[in-house]
Every structure is written in structure tokens, then in C-alpha cells.
């Protein structure tokens, strides 16, 4: 295939996969207002949401046996994320705080989230051992940000515990609260929710194969075009999500 219809697959892909993304986020923060989701748990279905490109691009490289790409792929966006979702973020609204219990509270998970990649990537950990490790922390912790307060002092923890996770999960609430203001979503933003994302897989399964062409075609290495091309344009999602919020006064959701 031509190298210029490869270039026009992968600006359409970004194109589509970008736009579809951002719907897919609107509409299931939407659902989740609908269902009752606390912020925090909107917080969490948004950021799910808009990692949606860069998690179907990284697979879709897996899948071809392209490990490098999709390596790069996960390291770069999540360097790219740091940048532009606090860098940027900061820049627009002035300033990023964030109370000390919430960053506990989300830190913790991402410490042992990063540890067990760490142990994955490294020969440590098999594959499948990882993912339980990390679905161990990851499941609780979402459990917990979907409680409401009366929910949370019925866990058998002890008082001064539970006291504390009350407190965290109330202050991410207070700093959501700015940002996620969704209207109640219909069955119309339900079939929308579910368009969007094969949308979303299918326009990244075209972006991700085209860039790979193109950079074999280009001799770039695959580690480049996956850490470099794929990883930014995959993560403009959530740095747009992230200069929206933060414009409106929600950078501390970032």
C-alpha cells in the first residue's frame, strides 16, 4: 500500500479515534450520573474512558507481535500524561492542589500498580500473576470510590480507619465537585456510549497499524513510533479532558 495512503489512514484514524473518544467520556459520565456513581467513581469511568486509544493501540501492537511499539506505547503516554495533565493543566488554571489524604488515597493503589508492572516487565512477576496483583488492589480501591459515607463506616475496619477513608473519599468528592456535573443520561446516551467505543477500538486499530508502515516503510524504530507518534496522539484525550477541566475550575481532577 502507498506510503501516502498509509499517512491518510493514520490522520483519519487519530481524527475519528479522538472525537469518538471524547463522546465515549461524555456519555458515560452521563450513565454514571444516571446510575447514582459518586464523583469520584465519574472521575474514574472518565479516565477509563479516555485511555481508550492508547490502551487499543498498545494491545493491537501486542497483538501483531510488535512489543516495542506497544511498549512504547505505554511508557511514553504515561510520560506524556504527566506533562500535559498537570503541566498544562497548572499552566492554564493557575495552580493544581490536592489535600494530602487524596493523594494517599489514589496513591497508594499507583504505587502498587506501578511496582507490580515493574516486576511484570522485568521477569519477576509471570503476566498472569501481574494482572491478579494488580486487579487485588485496583478492585477495592474502585469499590471504595463507588461507596457513599454510610457505606463506607459499614466496612470492618477500625473506627480511626474507616473515620480516614470517610474523610479521603469526601475530599475527592469536594475537589470532583467543580468538574463533574453531568445531566442524567438516557438509553439514547447508552447506544451513543456503545458506538463510540467500537468506534473508538476500530479507528485506533487503523491508527496504530498505519503508523507501523509508515515507520517500517521510514526505517523509524518501532520503540519511536510507539513512545513518540502513537503515545502522544493517543493521549490528546485526556490532555483535552485536563485544559477543559481546568478552564472550568476542575484542574484538581486532572
Known amino acids: 500500500m502507498p506510503g501516502g495512503l498509509q499517512a491518510v489512514l493514520f490522520v483519519v484514524g487519530v481524527s475519528v479515534s479522538l472525537a469518538a473518544s471524547w463522546q465515549l467520556v461524555l456519555r458515560l459520565e ?10 469520584a467513581s465519574l472521575g474514574l469511568v472518565a479516565a477509563l474512558a479516555a485511555d481508550a486509544p492508547e490502551i487499543t493501540s498498545a494491545a493491537t501492537a501486542l497483538a501483531h507481535g510488535q512489543a516495542s511499539v506497544g511498549a512504547g506505547v505505554v511508557v511514553g503516554s504515561n510520560v506524556f500524561n504527566l ?68 457505606g463506607i463506616e459499614r466496612l470492618p475496619f477500625p473506627g480511626s480507619w474507616t473515620a480516614w477513608l470517610v474523610s479521603a473519599v469526601y475530599e475527592e468528592e469536594t475537589e470532583l465537585s467543580e468538574a463533574i456535573r453531568p445531566r442524567r443520561g438516557t438509553s439514547r446516551d447508552g447506544l451513543a456510549a456503545a458506538v463510540a467505543l467500537v468506534t473508538v477500538v476500530a479507528a485506533s486499530i487503523v491508527m496504530e497499524r498505519a503508523a507501523t508502515v509508515l515507520g517500517r516503510r521510514y526505517a523509524v524504530a518501532d520503540i519511536v513510533i510507539g513512545g513518540l507518534v502513537l503515545a502522544v496522539v493517543t493521549s490528546l484525550p485526556n490532555a483535552v479532558s485536563a485544559v477543559y477541566l481546568a478552564r472550568r475550575g476542575g484542574a484538581r481532577r486532572c
Open 83 to 150: 506533562a500535559a495533565l498537570l503541566g498544562l493543566a497548572a499552566v492554564v488554571a493557575g495552580r493544581v492542589g490536592f489535600h494530602r489524604r487524596v493523594v494517599l488515597l489514589g496513591g497508594i493503589p499507583g504505587v502498587w500498580v506501578a511496582v507490580v508492572c515493574l516486576l511484570t516487565v522485568a521477569g519477576v512477576l509471570p503476566p498472569a500473576a501481574g494482572l491478579v496483583s494488580a486487579a487485588i488492589m485496583l478492585g477495592p480501591y474502585a469499590g471504595l470510590l463507588a461507596l457513599r459515607r454510610s
Open 30 to 39: 452521563r450513565l454514571g450520573e444516571r446510575a447514582g456513581f459518586s464523583g
